[in-house]
C-alpha cells in the first residue's frame, strides 16, 4: 500500500498510513466532530426523549454547517419564495438531528479506527459494512474544506497551482488528499 486504500478481498479495504496522515486524518476528524456538535442535550440524552426531538428550521449560518445540512428546497443562492422556505424548515426540523447523529458516528468511526493505531502510523482497515461510513466522513470532511476555502467546480483545477506561501496551501493539500483516498476507497469497494 502507498498511503491509498486498497481492497482486502472480502469488500473491505485498507490503508497504510504513516504516523502524520493518521494525526492529520485523525485531527480533521475530531474538529468535524467539534463542528457537528453533541446531540439535543449532549451525549448522554434519554434515548426515547431523542425519538421526539425536534432539529432546527433555519439553515445554519455558518457556511461549512450550512453546506453540511443544505435546505431541502430551493437552489443555493437563489431567491426562495415563503411557501419553499416554511417547507425547508418544516423538512429540516424533522432530519437534521438525525443527519447531525448520522455524521457524528460516521467521524467517531473513522477516529475510533485511527485510535487503533496508538499515536503511530500503520495500516488500518474497513470492512465491508464500514467502507461507506469512512466515504461518508471523507466527503463531510472535504465538503467542509471546501466551504472554508470558498471552492467553486470552476477552482478545482487552479487548486494544484497554489504557490507554496499561499496560507490556503494546507488545507488545499488536506482537501486534494481526500479526494484522493475517496476515490481510491471507492475503487477498493467496487474493484
Known amino acids: 500500500m502507498a498511503g491509498l486504500f486498497e481492497g482486502t478481498g472480502d469488500g473491505g479495504a485498507a490503508i497504510a498510513l504513516e504516523e502524520l496522515e493518521a494525526a492529520i486524518l485523525r485531527s480533521l476528524e475530531v474538529q468535524m466532530l467539534e463542528l457537528i456538535g453533541p446531540g439535543p442535550g449532549g ?5 426515547l426523549a431523542a425519538l421526539f426531538a425536534e432539529g432546527p428550521t433555519e ?4 457556511p461549512a454547517l450550512a453546506r453540511l445540512f443544505p435546505d431541502a428546497y430551493g437552489e443555493p443562492g437563489k431567491p426562495v419564495d415563503p411557501q419553499t422556505r416554511a417547507a425547508a424548515g418544516e423538512f429540516r426540523r424533522y432530519t437534521e438531528l438525525d443527519l447531525r447523529a ?18 503511530a502510523g500503520g495500516v488500518v482497515r474497513a470492512a465491508a459494512g464500514e467502507c461507506p ?9 472535504r465538503l467542509t474544506l471546501g466551504a472554508r476555502l470558498e471552492i467553486t467546480e470552476e477552482d478545482e483545477q487552479g487548486l494544484y497551482d497554489l504557490p507554496d506561501e499561499d496560507p490556503r496551501k494546507p488545507l488545499v493539500m488536506a ?4 479526494g484522493a483516498l475517496q476515490e481510491s476507497l471507492l475503487e477498493a469497494m467496487t474493484g
Open 59 to 62: 439553515a445554519p449560518a455558518d
Open 102 to 119: 448520522r455524521k457524528r458516528d460516521d467521524a467517531l468511526l473513522v477516529v475510533r479506527a485511527l485510535d487503533t493505531l496508538g499515536g
Open 175 to 178: 482537501y486534494l488528499w481526500l
Open 43 to 47: 451525549e448522554s440524552e434519554d434515548p
Open 133 to 141: 461510513r469512512w466515504l461518508c466522513a471523507f466527503n463531510d470532511l
